[in-house]
């Protein structure tokens, strides 16, 4: 660590009154166990986006920080606070990129298009739901980036917001998040539950998969009572190896960013997640993404990743726990104060 950044340190080590704290880091269940480092590395890649007074000086100190495990956790422990917000139990679910067959061209197997963004689409315009624009309103526009094979994967596509979709022409080309129609996001797996066809605990997105294609007309049905539709766009420039763009037009970092509700949790933000359920995960994630369906401040989506094993894992997430934002010190006695 860099002198300047170490006496920067020391001195704010110096000035925090105990008695402040929302919460201390030994009552986080496995901070001292998890790769603080890899936290750090996340969190440079967006952090120099956040302009605002409270996160420029830590964003900027953030670049010096030596390349090691100590000196990683060093920072976030003398810099920040723990801060809880919303009522626990949180809910965690999971994403992912997935990696689907496709054609550049229609074909009698490839026949459900991937649609670009239609230039008349305003950014908080409501336009046509899902129903209406599955009934063709695009069709004859050359809006189509790709054609898939499965009306059901289209669907996940726009749930997940990018994907990889390898091309009959021997080519592979990725997707990511254009624009959707406006409406608010509604939960098929929900609407399976009101329906009497399934309870919550046997909900998942693999469920669901086989629900539809064993029902196709009532499947398509099912799809088209979620109202919002995503619109996307071809990253021509993005590495074989970078992750997704995320909501902050950066590639995001599997197991180590997640979607948030930007209502309540500022993007770029650290965040500590304590999930339970049957693989209970304890570690420093950075908020880097946003969904239609993530609303909340106990609320969070975890990107596992690209590629079908990342899907079933993703599938599998509903867990409770608790959510904590790492705030700057002076932010989080601001939070204390409720301004």
């Not at 790709?146 to 996940?156: N, Q, S, T």
């Not at 629900?211 to 099912?222: F, I, Q, T």
Request: a negative charge.
């Amino acid at each position: 660590m860099g002198a300047t950044l170490r006496a920067v340190l020391l001195l704010v080590a110096m000035i925090v009154p105990a008695a402040a704290q929302v919460f201390d880091y030994e009552s986080l269940a496995g901070w001292a166990e998890d790769d603080h480092l890899a936290a750090l590395k996340t969190f440079r890649s967006t952090c120099d986006l956040m302009d605002d007074p409270d996160w420029t000086p830590v964003c900027r100190l953030a670049q010096d920080v030596e390349a090691n495990e100590a000196a990683a956790r060093q920072f976030f422990e003398l810099l920040f606070k723990p801060v809880l917000i919303g009522t626990p139990p949180a809910l965690f679910t999971g994403y992912y990129e997935p990696e689907l067959e496709g054609s550049p061209v229609r074909t009698p197997r490839f026949a459900y298009p991937v649609y670009r963004r239609p230039p008349e689409l305003r950014d908080g315009s409501v336009w046509y739901d899902r129903a209406t624009i599955e009934r063709g309103i695009l069709r004859g526009r050359g809006l189509e980036i790709a054609w898939l094979d499965d009306p059901v994967e289209v669907f996940f596509l726009h749930i997940q917001g990018s994907g990889r979709i390898h091309l009959t022409n021997g080519h592979t080309i990725r997707v990511g998040y254009a624009g959707r129609n406006g409406y608010a996001y509604r939960s098929v797996g929900q609407e399976l539950v009101r329906r009497g066809i399934f309870s919550l605990s046997q909900v998942s997105a693999e469920t669901i998969r086989q629900w539809v294609r064993n029902n196709p007309d009532a499947g398509m049905d099912l799809l088209n009572t979620n109202p919002s539709y995503v619109f996307f766009r071809k990253l021509s420039d993005l590495a074989d190896s970078a992750g997704p763009i995320g909501a902050m037009g950066r590639s995001i970092t599997t197991m180590r960013s997640v979607a948030v509700d930007p209502a309540h949790i500022k993007l770029g933000t650290p965040v500590w997640v304590e999930k339970t359920g049957t693989d209970p995960l304890h570690r420093l994630m950075i908020a880097q993404d946003t969904g239609g369906a993530i609303k909340g401040a106990q609320r969070a989506d975890i990107f596992f990743g690209t590629g079908h094993a990342a899907g079933q894992a993703a599938g599998e997430i509903k867990d409770g726990g608790r959510l904590l934002l790492l705030m700057p010190i002076d932010r989080a006695y601001a939070m204390l104060d409720g301004t």
